[in-house]
């Protein structure tokens, strides 16, 4: 149980284009999920807080209105890569938390390519 | 100041030994601790949680808490080729409830 997917898997795309990754929690239902990105040799940096029906909360120094943030559901978030540059080339992992647990469960990744 | 800080290593131990996995973290209010150990190339995978002081046993792993002195570690018996990862402390609780800090993890060698 607690499965969380992400698509893609992988993506390469051109500078200037918008990316969207999705994040799905699979068999619960998340109120809670989180965005991280991880730079080669680094740990993971949290992007953002994703709550259900609400505006998610970025951390500092990320850009809210370069990286969109939508929980539209339960089950359901997605983040947006808009304009995308090479600098944003990195592996983007979702997790999800289960209510009343204060433990997370994470996607399998997003390996995006910006040329 | 980090607020949770592992020892980058690498860390090579031989099979069959004992490897130790070092983590401390500043924020006294944090509660909850995670250990996960990452692939190259893959998400992390949660190994084991520990939310109080002492010890927490999980087959070939064990967690060691020290609230007093803000620390964490994880202990792996019988360490195997398989084992050799990233293995990534987070803390959770304190002025960041709900989410988890993660230390810039461990690298784990074990060779034959």
């Known amino acids: 149980g607690a499965v969380v997917s992400q698509h893609p898997s992988w993506v390469i795309c051109k500078s200037g284009t918008s990316v969207k990754i999705e994040c799905r929690s699979l068999?619960?239902?998340?109120?809670?999920m989180f965005w991280y990105r991880q730079f080669p040799k680094q740990s993971l940096m949290l992007m953002a807080t994703s709550n259900e029906g609400s505006k998610a909360t970025y951390e500092q120094g990320v850009e809210k209105d370069k990286f969109l943030i939508n929980h539209a559901s339960l089950t359901l978030s997605t983040l947006t890569v808009t304009s995308a540059h090479p600098e944003d080339s990195s592996f983007y992992i979702c997790s999800g938390v289960l209510a009343g647990r204060n433990e997370q469960f994470f996607g399998p990744g997003t390996r995006l390519t910006v040329l | 100041q980090k607020e949770v800080e592992q020892n980058s290593g690498p860390l090579s131990v031989p099979e069959g030994a004992i490897a130790s996995l070092n983590c401390t973290y500043s924020d006294r209010g944090s509660q909850s601790f995670f250990w996960y150990r990452q692939y190259s190339g893959k998400s992390p995978e949660l190994i084991m949680f520990i939310y109080s002081n002492g010890d927490k046993e999980d087959g070939r792993f064990t967690a060691q808490l020290n609230k007093a002195s803000q620390y964490v570690s994880l202990l792996i018996r019988d360490s195997q080729p398989s084992d050799s990862a990233t293995y990534l402390c987070a803390g959770s609780g304190g002025t960041s409830y709900g989410k988890l800090t993660f230390g810039q993890g461990t690298i784990l060698t074990v060779h034959p």
């Open positions: 068999d619960f239902q998340a109120t809670t």
